[in-house]
């Protein structure tokens, strides 16, 4: 991608986490100061490829047992990143057609791709806002989430690779708790979240890249992000490497190369 592609608000002259992770997950909606960024990243961590592909799987999975198994038919998805097909309500929507999404992320980039995220079924709804996790009232009073969820029924809070850049002085947990508090009991938080339980050293480097690039992050122990479903009843089976959380094959790659802690909970 070139800079002539970018809008007004798009910073190119910095490297920034959605379009580094749109190089992991070898998307082309990047730009030449991200690549650099991210493969700085692939060489003091080359598990960073399968951890980002592995986290999408998650999120597909994820999705589909929600949807099959506990009954949910909507989606708040937050740190949604640059579309990458399937996305989330495509996943949804192959399993239940009437499915609604709304999808948030507080990178303009994703704004400007975001009518791909909004190609939904004819039976279902979805939409994109522009907010900030870090403001969880501002995003739960949107106008546009108020349109397509009902939030007297069942939604499912979908935090995938996200809690990560929320540092411990930003209330990553309030913040949580806020959104978990808008929503029904019956509805479900899936969360992913990098971790250095597995290198210390290595994600230490990679804490490193990130915060040096002006990104700062927080990379969490599998007990600080096992928090985060406090009160919630987890599903089985419980929180685990993403490639162990009910595997469609054989998981091939190991734990460090992950290093993806994964979790689904419902709000009792
Ligand atoms: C690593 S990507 C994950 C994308 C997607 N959720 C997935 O798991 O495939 C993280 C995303 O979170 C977004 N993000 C980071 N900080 C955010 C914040 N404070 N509020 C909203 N989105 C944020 C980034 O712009 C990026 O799109």
Redesign the pocket.
């Known amino acids: 991608m070139t800079n002539t592609h970018a809008a007004r608000d798009i910073d190119t002259s910095r490297p920034?986490?959605?379009r580094?992770?749109d190089y992991y997950?070898g998307g082309k909606d990047h730009f030449e100061v991200d690549k650099k960024a991210a493969e700085t990243v692939a060489a003091a961590y080359p598990g960073i490829f399968v951890c980002?592909r592995e986290?999408?799987a998650f999120?597909h999975r994820a999705t589909r047992v929600l949807a099959q198994e506990h009954g949910i038919r909507q989606w708040l998805?937050?740190?949604?990143?640059?579309p990458?097909e399937p996305n989330l309500h495509q996943v949804a929507q192959s399993v239940v057609p009437e499915a609604r999404v709304v999808y948030?992320?507080?990178?303009p980039l994703?704004l400007k791709y975001a009518e791909r995220l909004m190609r939904s079924t004819p039976q279902g709804r979805t939409t994109y806002i522009e907010?900030?996790?870090?403001d969880p009232d501002t995003l739960l009073s949107a106008p546009e989430l108020g349109e397509v969820l009902d939030l007297d029924r069942p939604v499912a809070l979908?935090?995938?690779?996200?809690m990560h850049?929320?540092t411990d002085a930003q209330d990553p947990y309030g913040i949580v708790d806020r959104l978990l508090s808008a929503l029904p009991s019956g509805s479900a938080l899936a969360l992913?979240h990098c971790t250095p339980d597995f290198d210390p050293a290595t994600w230490q480097k990679v804490t490193d890249i990130y915060t040096g690039a002006g990104t700062p992050v927080r990379f969490r122990s599998r007990e600080d992000v096992a928090r985060f479903f406090d009160g919630l009843h987890l599903l089985d089976p419980g929180i685990t490497v993403g490639h162990r959380w009910r595997p469609d094959g054989v998981p091939a790659a190991t734990d460090a190369e992950v290093s993806l802690w994964t979790g689904v909970g419902i709000k009792p």
């Open positions: 920034h986490s959605a580094m992770y997950l980002a986290n999408r999120m998805d937050i740190g949604t990143g640059i990458t948030a992320d507080n990178d994703v907010a900030d996790v870090n979908s935090l995938n690779a996200l850049f929320v992913s």
